[in-house]
């Protein structure tokens, strides 16, 4: 629901961002749009609406991947990629007093989803329904409070028998939490599924970036790629049929600037110091190098991770595409990452295209990376 002081579907304090209005609307409706994960379609329409008018040629494949390409023909090719996907519920089974229980798609925390309002997304047409939670006085504590399971939860959609939500949901139909984009104060904004929302907005506003660029010599994929939440599905397809020369991943990272985070384990990722790079594994050390110096050239600040096997991320699947893929992962802090309640900076958001853009146009014509030994 939008708060009744809203214009324009955004809820504007007093102190409202500085980023351009048409940017900002852009990633709003995705954001608000429901995507998810595997049933990516609504959210990738918005998305090729907004950045066809910056390519040279739109395109999707079988399962949803959507390319929107910048100076076809010219070389070397690379991808700007984001995941379009947002974790979800499905309906599971249906009980005789018509109660939906549910199956996870995606890294769903059970504590965070009770007592939520949800839509069922039906091929009839969305349904309203809400996560059960007894009040405290009715749970019975036998010692320490057990934490809920996904199969504790069950969904209400006024419905009193199997028959009766049968004839409104089935087998199978995804789920999302009903919570909207607003911002919170000056540029923190928050939202569900800024994870990876702001990937595909980073990617498309790169393009806008370059859309008048003289010094382009590589031909530029903007890519919104499907199913990262359940496995990083969509990432290996569209980088096996592009067959880019280098790619540069965006997604969320975890901010670790609120109570109750270990910094010795989580490192230092703090909102408001600009978008991070990552060390290590899947990131080309050439790579990852020429991102700091596009960054410093432009004066943008950035901060480091490092990683010890994974990056969990699309960054994983792409590498080792076809032989091995040039590639690196540049991440928006996020507090509270897979909650309906996720906060970001927007002025780090921000300095995302900036850096893909300035990357693009660093490279000579059919500039390769390579590590010298």
Same mark, same amino acid.
């Given at each position: 629901m939008m708060a009744p002081s809203s214009i324009d579907g955004i809820n504007h304090p007093m102190h409202s961002t500085h980023m351009r209005k048409e940017s900002l609307k852009f990633l709003e409706e995705l954001v608000n749009t429901p995507s998810p994960t595997s049933y990516e379609t609504r959210g990738q329409r918005v998305w090729l609406n907004y950045v066809s008018q910056f390519a040279d040629e739109t395109n999707h494949d079988e399962y949803g991947n959507c390319v929107a390409t910048l100076n076809k023909g010219g070389g070397? &090719?690379?991808?700007?990629?984001?995941?379009? %996907?947002?974790?979800?519920? =499905?309906?599971? *089974?249906?009980?005789?007093?018509? *109660?939906?229980?549910?199956?996870?798609?995606?890294?769903?925390?059970? @504590?965070?989803?009770?007592?939520?309002?949800?839509?069922?997304?039906?091929?009839?047409?969305?349904?309203i329904g809400v996560i059960g939670n007894p009040p405290p006085h009715m749970q019975r504590v036998e010692g320490e409070t057990k934490?809920?399971? @996904?199969?504790?939860?069950?969904? %209400?959609?006024?419905?009193? =028998?199997?028959?009766?939500?049968e004839k409104r949901v089935? @087998?199978?139909?995804?789920?999302? +939490?009903?919570?909207?984009f607003e911002i919170l104060h000056k540029d923190i904004a928050v939202a569900r599924a800024f994870d990876n929302r702001i990937g595909t907005w980073a990617v498309a506003e790169a393009l806008r970036l370059l859309t008048n660029s003289k010094k382009l010599n590589a031909e530029v994929c903007a890519v919104s790629n499907t199913m990262e939440e359940v496995g990083l599905f969509?990432?290996?397809?569209?980088? *096996?049929?592009?067959?880019?020369?280098?790619?540069? +991943?965006?997604?969320? !990272?975890?901010? #670790?600037? *609120?109570?109750?985070?270990?910094?010795?384990?989580?490192?230092?990722? &703090?909102?408001?110091?600009?978008?991070?790079? #990552?060390h290590g594994i899947c990131n080309h050390p050439e790579v990852v190098k020429r991102i700091e110096q596009v960054a410093d050239?432009?004066?943008?600040?950035?901060?480091?991770? #490092?990683? =010890?096997? !994974?990056?969990? !991320? %699309?960054?994983?699947? +792409?590498?080792?595409?076809?032989?091995?893929?040039?590639s690196a992962l540049i991440s928006l802090p996020n507090r509270y990452m897979h909650s309906p309640v996720e906060v970001i900076n927007l002025k780090d958001l921000e300095q995302i295209p900036k850096i893909m853009a300035g990357f693009s146009e660093s490279l000579k014509k059919n500039e390769t990376f390579k590590v010298k030994i």
């Open positions: 070397p &090719r690379i991808m700007l990629a984001g995941h379009a %996907d947002e974790i979800a519920l =499905s309906v599971n *089974y249906i009980d005789n007093d018509g *109660y939906i229980w549910v199956k996870r798609m995606g890294g769903v925390d059970a @504590i965070v989803s009770k007592a939520q309002r949800v839509t069922v997304h039906t091929h009839k047409g969305p349904v934490a809920p399971k @996904i199969t504790d939860l069950f969904i %209400d959609i006024g419905c009193n =028998s199997r028959k009766s939500a089935r @087998i199978g139909d995804p789920i999302t +939490v009903n919570q909207n969509g990432a290996r397809q569209i980088a *096996y049929s592009l067959k880019p020369d280098t790619a540069l +991943v965006v997604d969320v !990272t975890h901010a #670790t600037d *609120y109570p109750g985070i270990n910094k010795q384990t989580h490192g230092d990722i &703090r909102m408001g110091k600009g978008p991070t790079i #990552t050239k432009a004066k943008i600040s950035l901060q480091h991770e #490092t990683v =010890s096997a !994974t990056s969990g !991320t %699309d960054t994983d699947a +792409v590498f080792w595409t076809r032989g091995g893929i040039p």
